[in-house]
């Protein structure tokens, strides 16, 4: 299977600008909360800046998938690794 990474570049690019922003909204919810709203706000925003720093990770990246990547839901089994590359 071939992978077009500029596509997926952009689609993490995407993604990544996507959790900035929800991070940057939790966090004036954070600024204007007390109590539990306020832990959950920085719950979320937190949430929100782990993905899109693994996403920043994952830009480039063309290597094998990993096993975790073959999984297949719908059949509940992971495919064979060279399947997923050939």
Do not use: F
């Amino acid at each position: 299977m071939a992978v077009n990474v500029t596509e997926k570049d952009r689609t993490l690019r995407q993604v990544i600008l996507w959790c900035e922003r929800e991070a940057g909204l939790q966090a004036d919810v954070y600024r204007g909360s007390y109590g539990e709203e306020r832990v959950r706000a920085d719950a979320a925003g937190d949430a929100y800046a782990r993905v899109a720093a693994h996403c920043r990770g994952m830009l480039g990246y063309g290597g094998r998938m990993c096993a975790a990547d073959a999984y297949d839901p719908v059949t509940d089994t992971e495919s064979n690794l060279e399947a997923a590359d050939g």
